[in-house]
């Protein structure tokens, strides 16, 4: 995981950039003041040492060739997972940050329509069903548009404007799930089609 470059500073103090150094973490009770109300987990962490390994990692230089540092906790051991596949991995978590920020966004998935675990659930896996829908839908769109247009260099670059496209189907389609009238529907799927095929290069 990620950890802000004030959080864990006595253990990032003891690693040089691009190395990783395992550590053991131990907390006490000023740096638990946030989970006083949850005594259970709380003294889990009171009591509990912690070995996990601290990276500092170079992603890149800044406008003036400095290093912009990305400081890294994880608990997979070196021959897992190397300073330099961390940085890797770094990469790969921003699609997963993106996905949650446009379901927690541009899907209200936070906006429960009850308190019950089992609503709360059935809201959940609805969203996910839903996004994962969206996504089908723009990749199987992008396929079909990159096959019959080309750019001169041979590659047709489509922007994915993900947030367009969810803004402005996600009503199409829940009247498309509920409808049973199937000229409705293919009416529907047509307007969904052409939606997304437009907003994609906007």
Same mark, same amino acid.
């Given at each position: 995981m990620r950890a802000k470059s004030t959080d864990y500073?006595?253990?990032?103090d003891q690693v040089c950039i691009n190395e990783c150094k395992t550590?053991?973490?131990? &907390?006490?009770?000023a740096s638990t003041n946030d989970?006083?109300?949850?005594?259970?987990?709380?003294?889990?962490l009171l009591n509990t040492e912690y070995e !996990?390994?601290?990276?500092?990692?170079a992603i890149r230089k800044d406008e003036e060739r400095n290093d912009v540092?990305?400081?890294?906790?994880?608990?997979?051991?070196e021959v897992v997972c190397s300073p330099e596949q961390l940085k890797d991995l770094y990469w790969?978590? +921003?699609n997963i940050e993106t996905s949650c920020n446009r379901q927690k966004n541009r899907m209200k998935s936070e906006e429960?329509?009850?308190?019950?675990?089992?609503l709360i659930k059935q809201d959940i896996y609805?969203?996910? +069903?839903?996004?994962?829908? &969206?996504? !089908?839908?723009?990749?199987?769109?992008?396929?079909k548009i990159q096959s019959s247009r080309q750019s001169k260099n041979g590659k047709y670059i489509i922007k994915d404007n993900f947030n367009k496209v969810i803004g402005a189907i996600k009503n199409t389609l829940m009247e498309y799930l509920v409808t049973t009238d199937e000229i409705r529907k293919q009416e529907l799927l047509k307007y969904m089609d052409d939606s997304i095929a437009r907003l994609l290069h906007t």
């Open positions: 500073i006595r253990m990032f550590l053991k973490l131990t &907390f006490d009770r989970y006083r109300e949850d005594r259970h987990f709380r003294n889990n !996990l390994r601290f990276a500092k990692v540092v990305e400081t890294l906790i994880t608990n997979q051991p790969c978590r +921003w429960f329509s009850g308190y019950r675990p089992v609805a969203f996910m +069903w839903a996004y994962n829908m &969206f996504g !089908l839908k723009i990749i199987e769109k992008n396929e």
